[in-house]
């Protein structure tokens, strides 16, 4: 596969480093793919750093497995594959339900998970556009209705109520 | 001079041979299995283990491994090691077996992974890109799914009720961890690490944005589930949470994924908080050599306060951690984030 017909996964949210930027000193690693380029060949991959760390990362645990699989014992027996249950056998299945007293705060964290979507959409605008008095005032907001909420709301759950 | 040496030696070497030796001369080999990658990360977690096991034991008055290795018991690691690969890999009649064999390799392949975006230098870093720091946090945000999944397929209480403690806080946690980055992306205007790291060439993010630190590093604390966070494995109290079913190469490979992934925030705090590889020049070494040692370093001192704050502190509760994370680290995140906003609004209006 000819490395130009690859797809490129590239989001640019800032301006390209220019001739210029690497004037002044300013050191930028290239894009990622350009080094490689002209070791294109049946194992382009292995010139590639980034595929061949991937590479290399799904070998590591097997290394593992393999030397455990070399000089560890397998004697299962029945009391070995119990699940633990300080030493008492076990009761019914461990999938069973279970009274979640922290609901509540599940709730909390996914309305600050919609929050950090909002923030994000703003940096975007601040990388684009520079700080706006817009933005200001939606972090101002989101600021000051975490702390009102973090200094004022009780959760009815939990021991400390 | 050695390198023209090299060269010299590799292009009268005969031909498969020589084209061998240029692949492990190249910049793809050394990047991906020497410095920044493969080999430097784990060893990098072997070492942060005696590390962290000699400087507790001098927090606790102890004096910690000794006997084996002739240096304050170095190779105890490497006994430890050979000590659990030699145990029988037990799984649990209850257990989902195929997830319960590959959660743990799993994890620790995702914890690897945040290496290839982390730069020790300019240059040095595995894959550069203009959106570095959001990869590194999508592959952070997926890292608790094998655990959850791992919990799930142990079959077996304890970990059941360590999974749903792991759910809250490290899920919990995610969002201030990221408001308190995105302080650090506002104020350097980019998403690339390399650029951030530059943008800090005057001043460190840390004088500026003490808040978002604070957040960013309580975060950290939380998603690598270390005292006082711990709670997802407490042992006092729920065996060892989610790791209970986990025995021999499993349960080595788990502990390497954690200690990984809290290296990977460490080096992150280093470089976006504490100035990356600025740092003074350090004679007759040049900057490809001194820029990582600076990164090390710097990264070195934030893990040595985590193993501090482990002799120090004692476990919270749940309903602590998920009060703290809400009530506290996301409004100071928000707040961290107003105020680098009116700062950068400011000098934007002054200039004009």
């Avoid at chain 2, 209480?157 to 995610?174: C, H, M, S, T, W």
Wanted: charged share 15%; with cysteine; net charge neutral.
């Amino acid at each position: 596969m000819p490395l130009e017909s690859r797809p490129a996964l590239r989001l640019r949210v800032a301006p390209a480093p220019s001739a210029t930027d690497a004037d002044d000193g300013d050191k930028l690693s290239p894009e990622h793919g350009s080094a490689m380029a002209d070791q294109a060949g049946p194992l382009w991959f292995l010139w590639d750093p980034f595929i061949l760390y991937v590479i290399l990362v799904l070998l590591a645990p097997d290394v593992f497995y393999i030397v455990s699989w070399l000089i560890a014992p397998s004697r299962p027996s029945r009391v070995k594959r119990m699940a633990f249950e300080s030493g008492q056998a076990p009761i019914r299945s461990a999938l069973s339900s279970f009274p979640l007293e922290y609901f509540p705060y599940v709730v909390i964290y996914i309305a600050y998970a919609v929050v950090a979507v909002l923030v994000f959409f703003s940096l975007l605008s601040v990388l684009e556009a520079g700080v706006t008095p817009l933005t200001l005032t939606l972090l101002a907001v989101a600021a000051v209705i975490s702390v009102y909420a973090g200094s004022r709301l009780r959760v009815a759950s939990g021991r400390r109520g | 001079m050695i390198a023209e040496q090299i060269a010299q030696t590799i292009s009268s070497m005969p031909e498969p041979l020589r084209t061998l030796m240029t692949w492990v001369f190249s910049e793809a080999f050394i990047k991906a299995a020497v410095f920044p990658g493969a080999l430097f990360s784990t060893v990098l977690g072997m070492f942060a283990v005696w590390y962290e096991r000699k400087l507790l034991a001098r927090v606790m008055l102890r004096v910690g491994p000794l006997h084996v290795g002739k240096v304050s018991g170095v190779l105890q690691l490497v006994a430890d090691a050979v000590k659990f690969l030699a145990k029988e890999r037990i799984t649990p009649s209850g257990a989902i077996r195929p997830l319960f064999w590959t959660m743990p390799s799993a994890a620790l392949i995702l914890s690897l992974l945040l290496y290839a975006f982390l730069p020790f230098g300019a240059g040095w870093i595995i894959y550069p890109s203009e959106i570095g720091l959001l990869l590194f946090f999508a592959v952070l945000a997926l890292s608790p799914v094998p655990i959850l999944l791992a919990a799930y397929a142990s079959g077996s209480k304890y970990p059941f009720i360590g999974l749903v403690r792991l759910a809250l806080q490290l899920f919990g946690y995610e969002v201030p961890l990221f408001l308190a980055l995105a302080g650090v992306v506002m104020m350097a205007g980019s998403f690339n690490i390399e650029r951030i790291v530059q943008a800090q060439s005057v001043v460190p993010f840390v004088v500026p944005q003490v808040l978002g630190f604070l957040v960013f590093f309580i975060a950290a604390l939380a998603e690598s589930e270390r005292v006082p966070f711990d709670i997802p494995t407490a042992e006092s109290e729920i065996v060892f949470g989610w790791q209970t079913e986990y025995s021999g190469a499993h349960f080595v490979i788990i502990q390497l994924a954690a200690y990984e992934k809290t290296l990977a925030l460490c080096f992150l705090g280093a470089l976006l908080y504490l100035g990356g590889w600025h740092g003074p020049p350090i004679p007759f070494l040049p900057e490809t050599v001194s820029a990582p040692f600076w990164v090390i370093v710097k990264a070195l001192i934030l893990f040595t306060v985590m193993v501090l704050i482990r002799g120090a502190y004692p476990r919270f509760t749940i309903d602590r951690v998920l009060d703290l994370g809400w009530r506290y680290l996301i409004p100071m995140a928000l707040l961290n984030l107003l105020i680098t906003g009116s700062l950068l609004y400011a000098t934007r209006v002054l200039a004009a």
